[in-house]
């Protein structure tokens, strides 16, 4: 890429990374110390620091050819800086030293992506990574117990959700009433780590046009460990797993048109249960077992589309199985990277037959292939694309000679170069 188009994308980069971050927002009024030294607060403090990580990435794939691996490096962390400093001006935005860190990190990351992506140690990091994203789902949709007291709390009132119209007229969790407040806590967290069936018993209300809820299950600091949900003619349920301590959203079970036909007014029967290995809503007589997620929508941990449109949904899910399949392809060569797919495919599949609340699905398997299948016959079309840098890179990678971001290079008159300029490629 020429150095024209490699600072053609950094600015469009830091437009964009300043139209994300510098927009007012709202929130609670900010304590400008307690937020700036709050390095794992929220409820979603972990999946902010890997999106803070990643969005840096591509600012340093696109500096690291141009100026080099350092320089690369110290223009994020200003930008990072510039931007954190702004953000004390902008309404309901908050500076965090965490956002600093991980920025930094993630432009060292993307400058060391770009100057060492033809190198096997950085294929095979990606490969490994890919294969964790993709089979790690079926651990973070573990259940967790507590040992909290739990409350019921039907028809809620939750700020940023709709108000639900309808009533309940019972709950229960494996036959035992589920009220306010419980008379064996502990036997009901343990119901719930084991899914027994749940029971809900309502009269409808209108079909409400964003998520609000029906019945919640919640702990005293107001964590839910069971939600059931109406967006429109769609259920939606959430449970407390793994990935709640971690601090990470998850992508919900739905069923979709499951209050499909109902009236307001309408008496309704829910039945929310393990079938066979995969959990099955029943709605009056109607089940559907096809609740679960895929392991293409492992993009839910960090950034919920559940309010977006159903075709953006899949679209990200099919798009996030080729990106990962790439990387799983991509520390093989040829037709090899189909095999390392395959037995990705087949080891999330073992993990997701033990987990009811994680699909198999075909489609997003298929694609997941396909990408993988990319990722090694890249080998054949990528030195073409990365210009000089790239050729070298493959020849360095043969003759077994180390290339590694930082080092300084040897020109062809036998001087040194400069390291910040080596991989550079004028069109």
């Known amino acids: 890429m020429s150095v024209r188009n490699l600072r053609l994308a950094s600015s469009l980069w830091f437009v964009g990374v300043a139209a994300l971050t510098l927009v007012p927002a709202t929130g609670p009024a900010p304590h400008l110390l307690e937020d700036f030294l709050c390095v794992w607060c929220g409820d979603r403090s ?8 990643a969005l840096f990435i591509p600012g340093g794939l696109f500096l690291g050819p141009w100026v080099g691996f350092r320089r690369a490096v110290l223009i994020g ?3 990072t800086v510039g931007i954190e400093a702004a953000q004390l001006l902008v309404p309901g935005r908050t500076s965090s030293l965490s956002d600093l860190l991980l920025n930094s990190a993630g432009s060292a990351t993307g400058a060391w992506l770009a100057l060492g992506w033809h190198t096997r140690r950085v294929r095979q990091i990606a490969g490994l990574l890919g294969a964790t994203a993709w089979m790690l ?18 028809v809620p009132s939750f700020s940023r959700m709709a ?16 009220r306010f407040r419980q008379e064996d806590p502990r036997a009901l967290a343990r119901d719930l780590e084991e899914r027994r069936p749940v029971e809900v018993t309502l ?30 003619d769609d259920l939606l349920i959430r449970a407390r797993t793994l ?6 959203d998850q992508p919900a079970l739905r069923s979709r048109g499951a ?34 997620p895929g392991p293409g929508d492992s993009y839910a941990y960090l950034l919920s589309l559940e309010a977006q449109p159903a075709p953006l949904r899949l679209a990200v899910a099919l798009g996030w199985s080729l990106v990962l399949g790439f990387a799983v392809g991509w520390p093989f060569r040829g037709i090899l990277g189909l095999p390392a797919g395959l037995a990705v495919v087949f080891g999330q599949g073992l993990l997701a037959s033990t987990n009811p609340d994680l699909g198999l699905l075909p489609g997003h398997a298929l694609v997941f292939l396909l990408g993988a299948m990319a990722g090694g016959w890249s080998h054949r079309w990528v030195p073409r694309l990365g210009g000089p840098a790239g050729r070298e ?14 080092e300084t290079p040897t020109g062809s008159d036998g001087a040194e170069g400069d390291g910040d300029h080596s991989s550079v490629g004028e069109e």
Do not use: K
Request: contains cysteine; charged residues 20%.
């Open 46 to 53: 972990g999946g902010d620091m890997i999106l803070n990580w």
């Open 77 to 79: 962390i200003s930008i």
């Open 137 to 154: 789902p079926a651990l973070l949709m573990t259940p967790v117990s507590t040992d909290e007291a739990l409350y019921g709390i039907w």
């Open 163 to 178: 108000q639900y119209e309808g009533t309940i007229v019972s709950a229960s969790v494996d036959g035992h009433p589920v």
């Open 203 to 232: 009269v409808a209300g209108p079909a409400p046009p964003s998520l609000a809820p029906l019945f919640v299950i919640s702990d005293e600091n107001q964590e839910f460990h069971l939600f059931l949900g109406v967006r429109g």
């Open 243 to 248: 990935a709640a301590p971690l601090r990470l």
């Open 259 to 292: 209050l499909l036909g109902v009236q307001p007014g309408d008496t309704v029967a829910l039945r929310l249960e393990v079938v066979e290995g995969s959990r099955c809503l029943t709605v009056d007589g109607r089940s559907d077992c096809s609740l679960a």
């Open 393 to 406: 890179g493959e020849e360095q990678e043969r003759s077994g000679a180390p290339d590694l971001p930082g």
